[in-house]
């Protein structure tokens, strides 16, 4: 069973920046593929950025590229996600999720079998 921890989130002003971290327990960090998804009520869950059981390839959604930085640290099972000059729109509850077969990662929840709870990220203008 995999368990991910999400930390970071916070109040920040538009322009600024966070990083957000999620830590995993379980089985071997190494065959993962890992993904930062993002939630506001009302909507559906939205692709942010995936990244690979490598962690030598990363995909972003169009929206974070430039500003977003996904990366990956296996030493203590965390993956992370830089994010630069943060807007309005970026508000929501960020979630990591993880699919434990050595992918690639895609773009859609239903490409991840667990979830953390997520960390709340709130940008004001």
């Known amino acids: 069973q995999v368990q991910l921890v999400e930390r970071g989130g916070g109040l920040v002003q538009a322009g600024g920046a966070l990083t957000l971290s999620c830590a995993a327990s379980?089985?071997?960090?190494?065959?993962?593929?890992l993904a930062w998804f993002r939630q506001v009520p009302g909507k559906e869950r939205e692709f942010v950025a995936a990244i690979d059981y490598t962690g030598s390839r990363t995909d972003y959604a169009d929206i974070v590229k430039g500003r977003f930085t996904a990366s990956r640290n296996s030493a203590n099972n965390t993956m992370f996600l830089q994010m630069n000059n943060l807007k309005s729109e970026d508000t929501a509850v960020y979630l990591c999720?993880?699919?434990?077969?050595?992918?690639?990662?895609?773009?859609?929840?239903?490409?991840?079998?667990?979830w953390g709870q997520g960390t709340q990220v709130t940008v004001s203008s």
């Open positions: 379980g089985p071997p960090f190494s065959v993962y593929a």
């Open positions: 999720a993880a699919e434990p077969r050595m992918g690639r990662g895609g773009s859609a929840p239903t490409d991840y079998d667990y």
